[in-house]
């Protein structure tokens, strides 16, 4: 009962985007002036791939929801492209059984313990040389996820629960880096909500590419903890920050406390990491705007909304 009560609710939030609906073509209103009809395409497959990787039995009843409220949604794109390492048999046309066996290792290792991280690995088809290192974002009824994500904003980071999933992520990613560089692959990294924030401090340990969707932000103290900086006192580079790309929605409770713009966050100690020349904008929803209307905002902080705002390329 308490799940239907949930998925109810949650229903209603994203209900209150029905107007949203009919945002005309998908060109209306065209990419911001420095992004690249390549990079567009790639930022798409990314936020697919980050809406993918929500695929329990609750996120299977949103998924079935959402489209009747956001019309012609598509959650599967181009990254259709994209094979699962560990689930995919089929990947093995495209890597030997004994790099597979690597990758799904270190996944078994880091990943579904009971600190709640949750990542998947894709390989790319179409270039099989590609691997993408997708982070999950908070799961409603995991209190694992919520823990990590208060004690980190709150910087009661050292010896927490909330540490665990930083620390195994930052693992995963640091070891899938080495098995890429090894075997000749490029390695790239993404994620939503929590799962941005991990996949910011991944890449920023790492140098890769990483876009991150409605990302959470990150604490001085979990730079330090992860091994990023050295204090708190040593800034984050230029350098460091390049390959970082981040999409956000208006009006985003997490992202956009303030309705400005700004790259706000609840938490001041908690900025976001990214190259300043690529970090990209969408509109929130029809009603679902406003400062204080937090249970409507609470939809432009969903997959569902990024990924409909990106094929709409309803840019600001």
Excluded at 195 to 221: D, E, M, R, S
């Amino acid at each position: 009962m308490k799940r239907l009560v949930m998925i109810m609710g949650f229903f209603f939030v994203l209900s209150g985007a029905v107007f949203a609906s009919d945002q005309g073509d998908a060109d209306r209103s065209g990419l911001p002036a420095n992004m690249t009809q390549g990079e567009y395409e790639y930022i798409l497959d990314m936020a697919n791939l980050t809406a993918r990787i929500y695929d329990n039995a609750w996120d299977w009843i949103l998924d079935k929801l959402a489209p009747f409220v956001l019309t012609n949604l598509d959650f599967v794109g181009n990254s259709s492209d994209y094979l699962n390492v560990a689930r995919d048999e089929n990947t093995l046309n495209y890597m030997t059984e004994a790099q597979r066996s690597s990758v799904t290792t270190l996944l078994d290792t880091y990943v579904g313990g009971w600190d709640g991280l949750d990542a998947k690995v894709y390989i790319n088809i179409h270039n099989p040389g590609r691997l993408v290192l997708v982070f999950r974002g908070t799961e409603a009824l995991n209190v694992n996820d919520w823990i990590a994500d208060v004690r980190q904003a709150l910087n009661i980071f050292v010896n927490s629960i909330g540490s665990v999933q930083y620390e195994k992520a930052m693992g995963l990613a640091v070891g899938l880096k080495a098995f890429a560089d090894t075997n000749s692959y490029t390695m790239e990294i993404a994620g939503h909500s929590l799962g941005g924030g991990l996949a910011q401090i991944t890449g920023l340990k790492t140098g890769v590419k990483t876009t991150c969707f409605n990302a959470a932000g990150l604490t001085a103290a979990t730079l330090v903890e992860q091994g990023v900086i050295d204090s708190a006192s040593q800034p984050v580079t230029e350098e460091m920050v390049a390959n970082i790309t981040h999409i956000n929605v208006k009006n985003c409770p997490l992202v956009d406390t303030d309705g400005q713009m700004n790259d706000s966050s609840p938490f001041a100690t908690c900025p976001r990491y990214g190259n300043a020349d690529k970090v990209y904008w969408l509109d929130h929803l029809t009603f679902c705007g406003g400062t204080w209307n937090m249970p409507l905002r609470i939809a432009n902080h969903m997959y569902h909304t990024y990924v409909h705002q990106l094929y709409q390329k309803d840019f600001l």
